[in-house]
């Protein structure tokens, strides 16, 4: 909803024409509202009319001019769902002057965040449009801002679930409306404040917003704006059973939205039209258009929309006693949930882990500085005792003591200072142990919330699988009792058990392989213990029995470098190679002609480095932060779970105590630099 109204309220506050005549500034900003008019009627001719705007007036144009010209590009692009244009051009006033005197982060965070809006990408809509509030919060003469900003604030707490947590927003939001002359800004209002009501379950309340919101937009023939109070009182009305009101105004909201070109909002419209369909029986109907949104859904990348159609359309083949096809659509569910699941984590664990080693080096940098202070008083009291000596050699005896007593004063104090320091840092030490514990346990929840998704799917296919087999059972157990069995209903009923009993025995299989990847995930190798070893003729004997059992003649693998002993696991180290190598196959090499990997191993005063690097296609330079991450693959569908760099990353640095760094660009290799101690440190 905040989409509608996002570009007008900050096309215009910001405009200030500069070196224009009064007639040809005011011509240019009728065309520009004119063709601001149509970014969501029209977004198409949009695109066209800018292009036409700036062949024309190419010498007239002013700075801000140029700006409001980018905004209603990017808007268009973004209404026409080219988002990386929308993207990219936005990006464009950052060209238009300096930093350090460009007034427009408001407008480009502001549409950054309808952007990701308008891709259903929540949690980076948030995050830019906190970017903005931070630009108006504070400013008096930005309140038409502040306000809109805290509408798009709240709204977007909505599409994250956080229903409770966006009502103080939109209700401040609404109050500031109603104190202004703006029939827009009320509805849209309205409009979200009822929304949130509905998830919290007021739905009178709920109810008579909706009601205000559609009673304003009819009145002032805002139209677009209109579809949304449609949809959302069909909602309602849905929630109520009074299904043939939710209808008509569902479809309501479909034409609207088809007029003007707004393909989430036909989805989502589309999707609950579905769902009313099922509730009064016409399964046709639903089953039809179930499909015409999943096509969609699919073209537009929306795989929340998708998700929601496969859950539906499995709940109405179940309806049907339609089971195998129930199966399926139930299979696509998980997929598709499992591609949304991937896309929103990022990486949390290492984001954590992370957090809490700078918190700790914080604190040691705030404790050596309280000791580096500590230090400087006793320089300082130093230097005083040696002045008080020398005066003392030349003065009187009760001068003498005067500065006797001021020494001792000091020393106190002194003391009293360094008291307080003691608590000071005894207090920092108990804040960094908490802060360290609270951080293990966000990681630990993250990691476990990580197992619990990779597992439900095949688990989710066993249950569905097995609820086929009872029910083939039961058919076949009532057609006995009958006395009508026949052998063609034999062999349909053992056809079908039998691939339900495949299909949940490879779940289970696959459920199983799962608890042993997660069991890898743990630093420590049973049966390992530390010994000390050549390390160069190691991993040669290693690398040939990896190559042995690959049976890959084409691979080239080399050893080489200095010969040094070191004290260390050499079975969590041949783990780590044979990670690395199997890591290279799987990713790096898939179109390399002449696989090759060389290690290189390099002696350090107190350390060894090991050098693998592979001549494959490289990581990608975006996601070379995240390939430590558990979980985490490239190959999203296949049998990685993600966990293989994530063990090799816990080897080498919980257990070998060493580092591990890597660097790649694509289609140059990747190099994995791990350094590790020549003699292990004594751990508790």
Known sequence: MLLVVSFYLFLYPFTAIADNSDELKQEIQQKLKRVGGLIYSEPTKVLNEVNNIRDKYKNELALTDLADLIYIEAWGYMNTNQYQLALNTIEKINQLTRPEINNFDYQINDTKGAIYGHMGKAQKSLKYHLFAYKHVKDKLKYQNLKAKTESNVGFTFIQLGFYQEALPYLKRVLAYNLSIDNPVLRAIAYNNLGEALFHLKQIDKAYEHHQKALKIRIEHKLVFHSSYSYHNLALIYSHKKRYQQAKDYLLKAIQIRTDSNFALGILESQLSLAKVYQQISDIRGSSALLR????????????????????????????????????????????????????????????????????????????????????????????????????????????????????????????????????????????????????????LTTLVSGMAHQMNTPLGIAITSISLIEENINTFSEALRQGQIKRKSIESILNNVGEASKLALSSMDKTANLVSQFKKISAKLEGDEKQEFELINHLIIQAEQIMGQLHNDQLEVNVYGSKVKISSYPTALNRVLSHLIHNSIEHGFCD??????????????????????????????????????????????????????????????????????????????????INLPIQLAQLD
């Not at 537009?300 to 998708?306: C, E, S, V």
């Not at 107190?606 to 490289?618: A, L």
């Open 592 to 673: 390399t002609e002449t696989p090759k990997i060389d290690i290189k191993i390099k002696k350090q005063p107190n350390s060894v480095e090991i050098r693998y690097q592979d001549n494959g296609k490289g990581i990608d330079i975006e996601k070379i932060s995240d390939i430590f991450t558990p979980f985490y693959t490239s190959k999203m569908g296949s049998d990685n779970v993600g966990l293989g760099l994530s063990i090799v990353y816990n080897l080498v640095v919980q257990l070998m105590q060493g580092r591990i760094t890597v660097e790649s660009a694509e289609n140059k290799g990747t190099i994995f630099s």
């Open 292 to 443: 015409v949104v999943i096509d969609n859904a699919i073209k537009h990348k929306q795989l929340n929309i998708l998700a929601k159609a496969y859950l539906l359309q499995s709940d109405l083949f179940s309806s049907q006693d339609e089971y195998q096809q129930a199966l399926s659509a139930h299979k696509l569910y998980h997929q598709t949930l499992e591609d949304v699941q991937i896309k929103k984590t990022d990486s949390k664990l290492t984001q954590y882990i992370t957090q809490t080693s700078t918190v700790a080096k914080d604190i040691n940098i705030l404790q050596l500085e309280k000791e580096n202070e500590i230090q400087q008083l006793a320089v300082v009291n130093r230097e005083r005792i040696a002045i008080i000596i020398l005066i003392s050699a030349v003065i009187i005896v009760t001068a003498l003591s005067f500065f006797l007593w001021l020494l001792h004063l000091k020393r106190k104090k002194i003391q009293t200072i360094n008291q307080d320091l003691s608590l000071t840092l005894d207090k920092l030490k108990a804040t960094q142990d908490k802060l360290i514990e609270s951080e293990k346990m966000s990681a």
